[in-house]
């Protein structure tokens, strides 16, 4: 299974992107699994963004709740983030994680991770 991470990019604060992460390989329908978002900033350790389960339940990092929404195309088996009025501190490379399990908040609850995709955030 492999999972690619798309649309990163440089905007200017208050901008938005849209994220992607596509599944590849042996099949792995993504609305089977519980889904997530990851971001690692220069010099941190990678942080939980936002996560979606298999039931549809969202869930949101604190510091992204009412900007960044995550969801599912079931037909083209990808997830996506919405990232609206990004700021300086958004400044990250965000990772995709599937088939994730517990409390769906720690790097190590997910089996599978995409590559990686940059978002820089600056005026």
């Known amino acids: 299974v492999q999972l690619q991470a798309s649309g990163g990019g440089l905007v200017h604060p208050g901008g938005s992107l849209r994220l992607s992460c596509a599944a590849s390989g042996r099949t792995f329908t993504l609305s089977f699994y519980n889904m997530g978002w990851f971001r690692q900033a220069p010099g941190k350790e990678r942080e939980f963004v936002a996560a979606?389960?298999?039931?549809?339940?969202?869930i949101y990092a604190d510091s992204v709740k009412g900007r960044f929404t995550v969801s599912r195309d079931n037909a083209k088996n990808t997830m996506y983030l919405q990232m609206n009025n990004l700021k300086p501190e958004d400044t990250a490379v965000y990772y995709c994680?599937?088939?994730?399990?517990?409390?769906?908040?720690?790097?190590?609850?997910?089996?599978?991770w995409g590559q990686g995709t940059l978002v820089t955030v600056s005026s």
């Open positions: 979606v389960t298999w039931k549809n339940d969202y």
């Open positions: 994680a599937g088939q994730g399990s517990g409390s769906l908040l720690t790097v190590p609850e997910y089996r599978y």
